[in-house]
């Protein structure tokens, strides 16, 4: 975030200072036009100094030009040369300035994917955020009843969270989310997209996915915290669970009603003793 940061306040002092630099262009393009006139004077003066003309007409009598004024004939020659050289300079800083703004277009690109993914991504979890589960899932479910794919819900509870940061503090109960996200997004498919719902609720949605596949899904997990001992900042382990309702989606079903058969069955869950997971 600080080399994002810098990068912002060289590109805003970059566009304040943007008419300054224009007249500076300005002025130093003035200056080598009247370079390349000075240069094309000066070498008309040396050639007539050297009687070069002289020289230049005995080189030409085969083609029969025996008379040429000295400021018609190097004038537009040393004109000419100041005049490349002046067009390969402008377009040696054309090349330069089109690689800068290809530069920033590109470090533009970069910080529009940042801010997006920093507007839908959890900072605790680094999973998705509740506001951008509702648009994939409304995306999800059109695209299932499009092309009549099954489409899965699992609604994830921590058990017993509020003991957690009352016992050990919310610095050890942030560590215990941040795990649950970490086993969580170890797994899911590519495909399958997860989300902190809200406080220690998750959810997960899973593409293509009927009930019964869903729930040995929300089985890995549910195993994946059995398993996994926390070691606190206290130095004491600790052993999380989780309780988990799964759905499927029917076509035709509302987004809401969805959602609500997802939490009744995590509902039953915490009844029957937590630590499991269930459908409806």
């Known amino acids: 975030m600080t080399t994002f940061n810098a990068k912002n306040q060289k590109l805003e002092q970059s566009e304040i200072s943007q008419p300054e630099n224009t007249q500076t262009g300005e002025q130093s393009i003035l200056k080598?036009?009247?370079?390349?006139?000075?240069?094309a004077f000066s070498g008309?003066?040396?050639?007539?100094?050297?009687?070069a003309v002289e020289k230049l007409i005995r080189f030409s009598r085969t083609f029969e030009?025996?008379?040429?004024?000295?400021?018609?004939?190097?004038?537009?020659?040393f004109l000419a040369i100041g005049f490349v050289l002046f067009?390969?300079?402008?377009i040696q800083k054309l090349e330069s300035e089109m690689f800068r703004r290809r530069e920033v277009?590109?470090?533009?690109?970069?910080s529009e994917t940042i801010y997006k993914n920093l507007s839908i991504t959890d900072d605790l979890t680094q999973l998705y955020n509740s506001r951008y589960f509702y648009k994939r899932l409304e995306e999800e479910i059109d695209r299932s009843m499009r092309y009549e794919q099954p489409l899965s819900l699992l609604l994830i509870d921590l058990d017993d969270f509020k003991n957690i940061n009352d016992r050990y503090?919310?610095?050890?109960?942030d560590k215990v989310l941040k795990m649950t996200g970490r086993i969580i997004q170890d797994c899911l498919r590519k495909t399958d997209s997860a989300y902190r719902y809200g406080g220690e609720e998750f959810t997960v949605l899973l593409p293509?996915?009927?009930?019964?596949?869903?729930?040995?899904?929300?089985?890995?997990i549910r195993t994946g915290f059995e398993a996994q001992n926390l070691l606190l900042i206290i130095n004491e382990a600790l052993n999380i669970s989780v309780s988990i309702g799964a759905a499927q989606f029917k076509p035709g079903e509302e987004m809401e009603a969805f959602v609500k058969k997802a939490d009744d069955a995590l509902y039953v869950a915490k009844q029957k003793g937590k630590n499991?997971?269930?459908?409806?």
């Open 65 to 77: 030009r025996y008379e040429f004024d000295e400021i018609a004939v190097f004038l537009p020659s």
């Open 87 to 90: 067009s390969y300079r402008r």
């Open 169 to 173: 503090g919310h610095l050890n109960g």
């Open 32 to 39: 080598e036009l009247l370079a390349v006139i000075i240069f």
């Open 105 to 110: 277009e590109k470090w533009l690109l970069q």
């Open 276 to 280: 499991r997971v269930c459908s409806v």
């Open 208 to 220: 293509g996915t009927g009930v019964d596949a869903s729930k040995n899904v929300a089985e890995r």
């Open 44 to 51: 008309t003066l040396l050639m007539m100094h050297l009687d």
